[in-house]
């Protein structure tokens, strides 16, 4: 029988599946007579870009896969919880760096989002220190959500994100919906697991 942890690494699963295909899903459009591309179109554009939009969808694919892995094996090895957080620290070392290089240079505004960034991403470190030594279920469950911390302020979700819910939708295809949908059910998800489990305990 499933328990809480894997249970909620099983809900998480179908997110994590949604997030990495958008990669190749319509999803924007630059101009109103362009037709609708995919991220992974975006991408192609140069390696700034692709530092930009891939790894989210990226790491979304390789954790999907690692939850099936561990699902499958019925335990969160050493190996799946070190892919894991090489794939989550790499999503985070290059959202950093492209966040900042798209504000730069700064100002008032642009050190605020800087300054959310820098405070939700020590929030995902947080997560995952407090699952040092935890049964391996619950680390998977803490770096999936330290993974959905971290995705709230990449580059696509926040623009992604900012069009969906404060533009006209012109510009968007199913892709972009699809992916802050996934993006914020993953979020629930992970934060209200760890909310049930610490009710439990």
């Known amino acids: ?19 990495a295909s958008v990669f190749v899903l319509p999803t924007y459009r630059s101009c109103s007579d362009e037709p609708l591309h995919s991220p992974a179109h975006f991408a192609a554009s140069d390696l700034p870009s692709a530092l930009w939009v891939a790894p989210s969808f990226l790491v979304a694919g390789v954790l999907a896969l690692l939850t099936l892995r561990a699902l499958r094996r019925k335990e969160v090895d050493l190996t799946t919880r070190r892919l894991g957080l090489v794939a989550i620290g790499a999503l985070a070392l290059c959202t950093a760096a492209t966040n900042t290089l798209m504000l ?49 302020v990449s580059g696509p979700a926040v623009f992604l994100g900012h069009e969906v819910f404060f533009g006209s939708g012109k510009f968007l295809g199913p892709g972009a919906y699809l992916y802050v949908g996934a993006a914020l059910v993953l979020l629930v998800l992970m934060l209200g697991a760890r909310r049930l489990r610490a009710a439990a305990s």
């Open 1 to 19: 029988m499933f328990s809480h942890e894997r249970r909620a690494s099983r809900r998480a699963l179908l997110p994590l599946i949604i997030m």
């Open 104 to 152: 730069w240079p700064l100002e008032r505004a642009d050190v605020l989002a800087l300054s959310v960034m820098t405070v939700v991403m020590a929030g995902a470190v947080l997560l995952i220190r407090r699952a040092r030594g935890a049964p391996g279920w619950q680390i998977w469950e803490h770096l999936l959500g330290a993974f959905a911390l971290v995705v709230a």
